[in-house]
């Protein structure tokens, strides 16, 4: 009977995700041999959308409904990671090289755009904005590459040997722990929707992240991007000491604004996603330089 149940909170959460993919425009781009997929949806200015390590374009699902309505999503799944073939070899740089090579194939390397990253994609928007010019404003959300204190006192489980569909009960508690540890704080939070995400990211993850998201790359990579930047943590997040963290300085000036919220873990969109879209809309509004 357990089993029956969690196979059906499971069959809720993965129709959640097929109507989030239903309303998107699913992008496969041929680039190098292989191929890079964005999906797309809304309207208004492009806002690039990147996810974290060990994760997808999903890892944006329960902000994406009010974000769309302000913005055009163009949200991919970095080389490396999801249903992208595309799969860098030679370390960060080249990720970001096929990154900013794709984005600019669909969108055009002078359109103006904003940006936004969720952990290890925070460290790939700050290093992507760095080069490619044209990135209006950028917000980070738990950025890596941070060089700072992390706070992290649970150990994940192992995964890799899971089956949802042998041992959905086995499967269940482990992903719940695993959230937990890492990625979100409170356990109302660590829905179906959330251990489906996290599986799938888990799975399709191919490139390790890991030693750039422990370096202190970041600080560097924003003092060469001129705009506004807007970095959000979250009170609990386990990746990094929030109130040991610094606003830094923009080499042209820009307004630079570090906020905290409360009552959440690392994952903060999926946390608390209406304060973490308010919050990202009023930073690409130009709330820092006028707030």
């Known amino acids: 009977m357990a089993s029956e149940v969690q196979n059906g909170v499971r069959a809720v959460a993965l129709a959640q995700m097929a109507a989030l993919e239903a309303d998107c425009e699913r992008i496969v781009q041929p680039i190098l041999g292989q191929h890079m997929v964005w999906r797309r949806v809304g309207h208004g200015p492009p806002l690039v959308l990147l996810h974290g390590g060990h994760g997808c374009w999903l890892h944006w699902a329960r902000v994406i409904p009010v974000l769309s309505s302000s913005f055009s999503l163009w949200m991919p799944d970095m080389p490396g990671y999801g249903e992208s073939t595309l799969t860098p070899t030679g370390g960060l740089d080249e990720l970001v090289a096929q990154l900013r090579h794709s984005l600019d194939a669909l969108l055009g390397a002078d359109t103006p755009i904003r940006l936004a990253g969720f952990s290890f994609g925070g460290l790939v928007s700050a290093l992507l904005a760095a080069q490619r010019g044209h990135v209006e404003r950028m917000v980070l959300v738990g950025p890596a590459g941070h060089g700072g204190r ?114 959440a873990g690392h994952w903060l969109m999926h946390e608390r996603p209406a304060k973490t879209a308010s919050l990202m809309k009023s930073g690409f509004d130009g709330w820092l330089s006028t707030g």
């Open 150 to 263: 992390r706070r992290q006192n649970t150990s994940s489980l192992p995964w890799r040997d899971l089956d949802p569909d042998r041992d959905p009960g086995q499967w269940a508690q482990r992903m719940r722990q695993n959230l937990l540890a890492q990625m979100l704080h409170s356990e109302a939070a660590v829905d179906a929707l959330a251990m489906e995400i996290q599986w799938r990211g888990c799975l399709n993850t191919r490139f390790r992240s890991k030693p750039f998201s422990r370096s202190a790359a970041l600080v560097p990579a924003l003092s060469r991007y001129p705009g506004e930047v807007l970095t959000i943590w979250a009170e609990h997040d386990v990746t990094a000491a929030p109130h040991e963290m610094t606003d830094g300085a923009s080499p042209d000036g820009a307004a630079r604004k570090r906020l905290i919220v409360g009552g």
